[in-house]
């Protein structure tokens, strides 16, 4: 069964570090790109970092580059959001996203984490 299983989340004061995990399984992690997600009460999903399968440069929401890295490690089937000097801003529910296929002749595939609550206040 396929799985994107999110820790790391918590309450974190303003200019604090946290760093997010992805685990993944039941599928051929290194075929899919990676993206985390954030969404806030009333807002759309906003995109904040994604990186490819292979070959391809990471791309980041302006509000987060330069304080936010992805990077991923596809030995372990983990994906990871580094997020450092964290805002109150920042302040949102975080979610695992995986697309890909399994094959050239597969159609492409979507999943989603559970999502993981980030909250920074003092």
């Known amino acids: 069964q396929v799985q994107l299983v999110e820790s790391g989340g918590g309450l974190v004061q303003p200019g604090g570090s946290l760093r997010l995990s992805c685990a993944a399984s039941?599928?051929?992690?290194?075929?899919?790109?990676m993206t985390w997600y954030r969404q806030v009460p009333g807002k759309d999903h906003e995109l904040v970092a994604t990186?490819?399968?292979?070959?391809?440069?990471?791309n980041y929401a302006d509000s987060v580059k330069g304080r936010f890295t992805i990077s991923r490690d596809n030995a372990r089937n983990t994906v990871y959001l580094q997020m450092n000097s964290l805002k109150p801003e920042d302040t949102a529910v975080y979610y695992c996203?995986?697309?890909?296929?399994?094959?050239?002749?597969?159609?492409?595939?979507?999943?989603w984490g559970q999502g993981t609550q980030v909250t920074v206040s003092s």
């Open positions: 990186m490819p399968s292979a070959d391809g440069s990471t």
């Open positions: 996203n995986a697309v890909g296929r399994e094959s050239t002749w597969a159609r492409t595939s979507h999943y």
């Open positions: 039941g599928f051929t992690f290194s075929r899919y790109a």
